[in-house]
């Protein structure tokens, strides 16, 4: 009798841990920066999200231009626009005080990821830092594990991601803020140019293609399926130990 319980049990058990898998991911916002009406020109473009919504700025001083972002991972061919920015801050100063701003809603999802094609002049910032807020007022933030680096040297695009899922605050936001921004390397008080030989400018430019946040929405019939099963596993229980009881 003890065997048939712990296979029964087993097998609910099992259920629940299929019928509770994740739900599809959904994309929350995503910008390819191309001409919302293909014109054939690189050097148009456009910072309206092509899916999804939210809306893409600038902090610090920072400017931004259109110019093409041939070598990402954008799918058009003849009309692939990146978006450029620059002026960043002079040498030794300004760390971490510019650069681009995502902001989006994550109402009733979960398991948020961003990521991001980015392109680094020779003569820009090595090193990049996400940061993150969690409303329009709270002060911007590291994201843990959210440095990154031009590793192979500037002029290379890199395709780059990261997972905010653990990060309080950040899933079922009414507005969620996230920059990147270019930073001191690690240890210094100074920006390392992204190319050995070149030296760091504040005219080196960062490019940003196909910039993508997505997250997942719980499936309503997976999470009563899984409530149902575990409420079943715990009744089995209960009754093996009424009858134990009885005994």
């Known amino acids: 009798m003890i065997i048939k319980q712990l296979a029964i049990a087993i097998a609910i058990a099992t259920a629940v841990a299929t ?9 929350v916002a995503q910008w390819n920066f191309n001409s919302t009406t293909p014109d054939g020109n690189a050097n ?3 910072s309206t999200p092509i899916a999804g919504a939210g809306s893409a700025g600038l902090f610090g001083y920072t400017s931004y231009y259109y110019s093409s972002g041939s070598g990402s991972t954008d799918p058009a061919l003849a009309d692939n626009t990146a978006w450029f920015t620059r002026p960043y801050p002079a040498q030794g100063t300004g760390d971490k005080a510019a650069g681009v701003m995502l902001t989006v ?5 979960t398991n948020i990821l961003v990521s991001w094609d980015q392109l680094h002049a020779d003569n820009a910032s090595k090193y990049v830092q996400v940061l ?3 409303s329009d007022s709270a002060p ?4 843990p594990g959210g440095l990154f680096s031009a590793t192979l040297g500037g002029n290379t695009w890199y395709s780059r991601s990261l997972d905010l899922s653990n990060l309080p605050g950040v899933n079922n936001n009414a507005s969620l803020r996230l920059a990147i921004v270019p930073t001191f390397a690690p240890g210094t008080a100074i920006y390392e140019a992204s190319s050995p030989g070149s030296s760091y400018g504040p005219n080196g430019s960062l490019a940003y293609d196909m910039v993508t946040i997505t997250g997942q929405v719980p499936e309503p019939g ?3 399926l899984f409530l149902a ?3 079943a596993l715990g009744l089995l229980f209960r009754v093996r130990g009424t009858a134990r009881q009885a005994d």
């Open 140 to 143: 911007l933030q590291d994201v």
């Open 222 to 224: 997976a999470l009563a």
């Open 229 to 231: 099963g575990a409420g």
């Open 105 to 109: 809603s994550t109402l009733d999802l």
């Open 44 to 46: 148009t473009g456009w």
């Open 132 to 134: 993150y807020a969690t």
């Open 19 to 27: 019928l509770a898998q994740p739900a599809h991911a959904v994309v």
